[in-house]
Structure formats: C-alpha cells, structure tokens
C-alpha cells in the first residue's frame, strides 16, 4: 500500500473520541486548541482486518474470561521469524496490559530498594519514573551527540555500573526519542558490558517494526546468536506498529528458566488480571495480516519527516535534527534559534503545538523538542508552518 492510499483509507479525525492526545490538552498542556504532536499514539485506524476481528467478536456477544489460544502465539511467532528472525518459544512468553506496567514489575522483581538501574539519556520518561518511583537509585549515561546522531559513551557506561553497583540495565531499541537503530556491534558491546558485570537487561522493542530503508531492527536476544539471552528480557507490543495502544496487549519474552521464575513469584504477588480477549483478537489479526498497512504507514512517516527536516532546514538551516532510523518520532534541538526557558513559549503560545518536552527526557536535553510523525501530512505541514512563521530569523545564542 502507498502513502496516498493508506491516507485515504484510515486517516481519521479524534478530536471527540475521548483521545488522550486530543482531547485532553486542557489538562496536560492547559489550551485545548493545540495541534496535537505529542503522545506516541497516531490519526489512522488500525488495519481493516483488524477492525473485522473485533467486529466478529463483538457480534458474538460474550466478553467473559479468556486465554491466549494456539493461533494467536502462531501469529507473533511468525511475525517475529518472518520480520526479525527471533525464534521466540511458547513457555518464555508472559503478558501485561502494557509495557510501562511490566517495567514497574522488573524493577520490583529483580531488584530490592536502594538498589541501582541504569539508562541510556534523554530516554523514554516512564523509563526514569519506574526507577524513581519504586525507590531505586537512579543511573544515567548520556548519549554521545554529533551533529543530531547519538552514539552509546561504553566507557561510561560500564564505569558507572562499577561504582553504582548497577543491577539492571533498560535498554531501548530502537531508541525512543532520539531515533537511533542500534547496530550489531553497538549492542554485542553494550551486551558484553553487562554480562561481565552481571546486570540483567530489559530490551523494550516496542518499536522494532517501526524501522527505514537502510537499518535493521536487532533483536537484543538475538545479537552473536543469541549468546546473551539467558540474562536479557524482551518486552514488545502491536500498540506502536498498528496504533493498539487501548487494547492492552504487551509480550514479556523471557529466555531463562530461572529468571522467568523469579519474575513469576513477583508477578502473582501484584497481578491476577486475565487477558483482554478483544485486545488479543485485535493483535492477533494484526500480526496475520498488517503487513501491507505498515508499509503504508512507514512511507507515511518517512514522508512526514523528510517534509518537515526539509523545510525547517531552508529557513533555519541551524535546527539540529536527529537522522530517523526508527519509530515515528522525531528528536529536534531548537536551541540555536529559541533560549531553553522559551521553548514552550515558542510551542505552545506561538505556534498553538503540544510535544514533548527535551527535559522530560533528561536534564540535560531542555531546549530539544519530540513530534510525532504518525498523523496525517496536512498536520506536519500545519505544525512545519507555524514553526517557520514564528521561528526568529537570528540565532538565539
């Protein structure tokens, strides 16, 4: 499918529907009027095959207790083989409502209070909040930057797991927001790093599908044949592929006997919630036969991006834009043109914008901004223009 026939089937309006990213931005941005640009969640329905699923099941009337049948692991698994060539088995797979749930779980799970967890910054904030609000200690590595691409400081990084005594690592990748697709090499070494000082990763891949010409979503399990998945659990979701995210379906993936063990005995302390049968028939359908409407969404977003890095460049050309190797976000430094302090001035009043804030990502990011490219062109080109209509013509350093 192409972009201009996937537009045209399933770009839909939101407002109205009680969308967090529309229709609450009275209460997170305190204008409702913006233009919405801000949570990872998209303007196009799922795919028509998808919504035939559910509507079967609906018609069928009944919504009472359920499990997760054959066909639907048949589903993941293939699309799993087929797409990133992991071999996944059927008692490594758990389930939660959402990803952000099961991190809240892992930090309770593998480690005590007080206990370290690192991160690679600026990162996804749930990333920082499941560590923080669960009273562990905190340690971030920054990314190296070079000209809006971002690379892992390794030495850094296994310095700071020596002297915090770091326990668990939250990988992301691909990573969310700054867009990178981590190569073979990058992950085998960071890998490598954990595994000589005994640190278990969680690698959330919710983005994995969500991949440009050019890279190639690894999964973490999978680098040098999957010589370090005995410590690493992988967590994934359709909610970013096939826009599913209040269907509650997210895979924990997890290798290792004795891990999955460990991560059991926590869960059934906190968890005794049962599938969401309209969720996993939703996902299922998607994984059998959502590939031709994620080609169409990925020509999409790739479309939006090249549209808006474009254009703001021939105005000002000082605007760092990350290069999108993956997911539909794209990572943008403002700062050479607006102070820190006045991007949300410059944003919101402005240009009538709710994103997400750089310093939601990390300290050290305030003065960057996060769009969501999943939308439809006109609202890239609305937000583009605003942007070059209210951007000063010098440079605000």
Not at 266 to 275: A, D, G, K, W
Not at 370 to 380: C, D, E, M, V
Request: glycine residues 6%; contains cysteine.
């Amino acid at each position: 499918m192409n972009k201009a026939e996937f537009v045209q089937t399933y770009a839909v309006e939101r407002k109205g529907t009680n969308s967090l990213k529309w229709d609450a931005l009275d209460v997170r941005f305190g204008d409702p009027n913006l233009t919405a640009a801000w949570v990872a969640d998209m303007e196009f329905k799922a795919p028509n095959e998808v919504l035939e699923a559910i509507k079967q099941r609906v018609d069928h009337g009944v919504f009472g207790y359920s499990y997760v049948w054959d066909s639907y692991y048949e589903a993941f698994f293939n699309w799993q083989q087929k797409r990133h060539q992991y071999e996944v088995k059927k008692e490594w797979m758990r389930f939660s409502t959402g990803i952000v749930t099961a991190l809240y779980w892992f930090v309770n799970a593998f480690t005590k209070p007080g206990e370290s967890v690192a991160i690679l910054t600026p990162v996804y904030y749930p990333f920082h909040n499941a560590v923080k609000d669960n009273g562990r200690q905190l340690v971030t590595s920054a990314l190296v930057e070079e000209n809006g691409q971002y690379h892992i400081n390794f030495e850094e990084f296994e310095q700071k797991i020596i002297d915090e005594q770091v326990k668990l690592f939250i990988h992301c990748s691909p990573h969310n927001p700054v867009g990178r697709v981590w190569t073979k090499e990058e992950q085998e070494r960071l890998l490598a790093i954990c595994e000589k000082h005994d640190v278990l990763v969680i690698s959330d891949e919710i983005h994995q599908d969500l991949v440009f010409k050019g890279h190639k979503h690894l999964p973490s399990a999978t680098i040098e044949n999957g010589k370090y998945e005995d410590r690493i659990i992988t967590v994934t979701a359709p909610s970013k592929t096939f826009n599913l995210a209040g269907l509650l379906v997210s895979h924990i993936i997890i290798p290792n006997e004795t891990i999955r063990e460990q991560f059991d005995t926590y869960v059934n302390t906190v968890n005794q919630t049962e599938v969401n049968v309209l969720g996993m028939t939703g996902a299922e359908a998607a994984y059998t036969y959502g590939e031709d409407w994620l080609n169409g969404l990925l020509e999409v977003v790739y479309d939006n991006y090249t549209y808006l890095k474009e254009s703001l460049l021939t105005h000002a050309p000082n605007i760092v834009i990350s290069p999108l190797e993956g997911t539909y976000l794209t990572w943008l430094d403002l700062r050479a043109y607006v102070k820190p302090e006045d991007i949300k001035s410059f944003i919101q009043d402005k240009c009538g914008v709710a994103i997400d804030y750089g310093e939601w990502f990390s300290q050290d990011t305030k003065g960057f901004i996060r769009i969501n490219l999943g939308t439809h062109p006109k609202n890239i080109e609305h937000i583009v223009s605003q942007m070059i209509k209210h951007l000063p013509v010098s440079s605000a350093n």
